[in-house]
């Protein structure tokens, strides 16, 4: 976004190190003052720029089968469209269009492996879908 100036960019590194940090810590981190650190965040959630606030949850809170769906779509079709409607689905946390030779990659996070079975099997069974592959994750860097 062309109207972010240093400040704000410096700003939400900070937020996205920890979200929850203070105000007073947010402003030192950016050498600025308590009140100038609160207007930008406010700027910046009315502009858009911040659209919620996370939060980090420890490895064995999450589900306990994470995968990836890698899928090809039929040639002509509106991948964006799709991936909105696969945003929706349970189980489902991202969904991107990606370049080569696949057209999606889709993150979940399920339940059990039927549950990741049957969401696999739900979009295999779309009509723009030619192909689909699971890639369960086994081992995690992030855990």
Same mark, same amino acid.
């Given at each position: 976004?062309?109207?972010?100036?240093?400040? #704000? @960019?410096?700003?939400?590194?900070?937020?996205?190190?920890?979200? /929850?940090?203070?105000?007073?810590? *947010? +402003?030192? $981190?950016?050498?600025?003052?308590?009140?100038?650190?609160? #207007? @930008?965040?406010?700027?910046?959630?009315?502009?858009?720029?911040? /659209?919620?606030?996370?939060?980090? *949850? +420890?490895? $064995?809170?999450?589900?306990?089968?994470?995968?990836?769906?890698?899928?090809?779509?039929?040639?002509?079709?509106?991948?964006?469209?799709?991936?909105?409607?696969?945003?929706?689905?349970?189980?489902?946390?991202?969904?991107?269009?990606?370049?080569?030779?696949?057209?999606?990659?889709?993150?979940?996070?399920?339940?059990?492996?039927?549950?990741?079975?049957?969401?696999?099997?739900?979009?295999?069974?779309?009509?723009?879908?030619?192909?689909?592959?699971?890639?369960?994750?086994?081992?995690?860097?992030?855990?």
């Amino acid at each position: 976004m062309a109207d972010l100036d240093e400040k #704000d @960019r410096l700003l939400l590194r900070a937020l996205r190190k920890n979200a /929850r940090a203070s105000l007073v810590s *947010l +402003a030192r $981190d950016i050498d600025l003052s308590r009140s100038a650190t609160h #207007d @930008r965040i406010s700027k910046l959630e009315e502009m858009g720029v911040i /659209r919620g606030y996370t939060i980090e *949850l +420890a490895p $064995d809170a999450l589900p306990d089968v994470r995968g990836f769906l890698t899928i090809s779509f039929k040639v002509g079709e509106s991948h964006t469209n799709v991936l909105d409607e696969i945003k929706q689905l349970p189980g489902v946390v991202a969904a991107y269009c990606v370049t080569g030779d696949i057209d999606s990659v889709i993150y979940c996070e399920c339940d059990s492996i039927q549950q990741l079975s049957q969401l696999r099997d739900e979009l295999a069974g779309w009509p723009s879908v030619v192909s689909i592959t699971t890639r369960q994750i086994i081992a995690s860097t992030q855990d």
